[in-house]
């Protein structure tokens, strides 16, 4: 192979379709100790700029050049425009993407939920590998679009659940394989959140929209409304039309390693309990229990969750466990040998079997990829045409376990899901929440 024959853009190349064609020089023979040249690196466009977008596009910029960013807010925007002052600067990502479509190479989207699936589709049908901001979509049928479109452009995908990238998320999985406190029939999973304004009634002032802020823009694919500060920067998740509530915001997170090591899939049942909720607003506090079919060899076993001022019951054995006396959110398995407690993120599982509490201590080297991170992962395979450990195949059904829930909490009735047929089978109004029609000038 003569590499000075091939351009930066035919060596990093388009994911899998040139992952057998060209390899990728060791870290340490491109650039010196931790440094690769910005010639190797690959470009990235952030759409949305200020909250968790500030965090993203500075875990993506070590290994990766921020070329272009988008913000419907430039004041919400500044601190990023100031940190990357030579990024192309836009309010319309779909402007963005036109125009400078020849030099991204992958896109972080870090909007609100409502924007999640139209920013990650315009990104993939131009052939752009995506890093898309949990929950993946705001709908379910966004979800089982974008799993269609990462196929169909065969671009390397992954969504911002950080915590699947953390060793305890494997220390979790390699206990539940080990039978470590044997058959689980019941885990519990728990948050604080909300922890900004839910069972809510819309405002009917409308004070002047901010000189800085596109409203229209912001608003997206949602159906039209005025202006109010009670919806930014970042209370819109609790507006049904924007966000998805606390489970929106962190079962992605929480419900990720239960998920993951015990390959639930999707539920056959969901119900809810709620307090607060309105038509506009997600609740103040629900709880959600998912019931899943037997599946992978594993028998038949609920989940439930927890948000707002709920908690779960706590078992004896857990009831001086750090997680349950400090932390805000985490999740507990139950075994008939014992119980496995964890952090929000999947983080420091320990397992208590027969009054005796082991720490985790099981994920290897090979598990963990030299321990990268969630977003360097992103961005190496990205180069190799790997699959990034949290793609669509994996994150669409976590996400669409999340969605459900909220579909429960909204409707009030327990719900049968036919997950093959995207239909749920006992309620049919409750479809009209698997996909909304959207605003005028915007389309999936």
Known sequence: MHKNTLSRRTFLGRGATLASAF???????????NQIPPSEK??????????????????????????????????????????????????????????????????????????HAVAAMAAMQLGKHVYVEKPVAHEIAEVRALMQAAKQYRVVTQMGNQGHSFPGTYETEAWVKQNAIGVIREIHCWTNRPSWPQGLTRPTDSPPVPETLDWDLWLGTAPKRPYNPCYLPHNWRGWWDFGTGALGDMGCHILDSAFN???????????ATSQGNTAESGPTGSVVTYEFPEANGRPALKLTWYDGTNRPPIPDVLAKDRHLEQGASGSYFVGEKGHLIQG??????????????????QATDDDLEENTSHHVNWLRACKTGKA?????????????????GNIAIRTGQPIEWDAANMRITNVPEANAYLKREYREGWKL
């Open 388 to 404: 990034a450990r949290s793609d669509f195949s994996y994150a669409g059904p976590l996400t669409e376990l999340v969605l459900l």
């Open 23 to 33: 390899m990728i020089a060791p870290r340490h023979v491109l650039g010196g100790p």
């Open 344 to 361: 929000t993120y999947g983080n420091a599982p320990r397992k208590y079997v027969d009054g005796q509490i082991e720490k985790g201590d």
């Open 42 to 115: 690959l470009n990235v466009a952030g759409i949305g700029c200020g909250g968790q977008a500030m965090d993203d596009l500075g875990q993506l910029s070590y290994e990766a050049n921020i070329v272009a960013l988008a913000d419907v807010d430039w004041e919400r925007g500044k601190n990023a425009f100031r940190r990357w002052p030579d990024a192309a600067k836009y309010k319309d990502f779909r402007v963005m993407l036109e125009k400078e479509a020849k030099r991204i190479d992958a896109v972080l989207v870090a909007t609100p939920d409502h924007t």
């Open 261 to 271: 090591a015990l390959q639930l899939g999707a539920p056959a049942r969901v119900s």
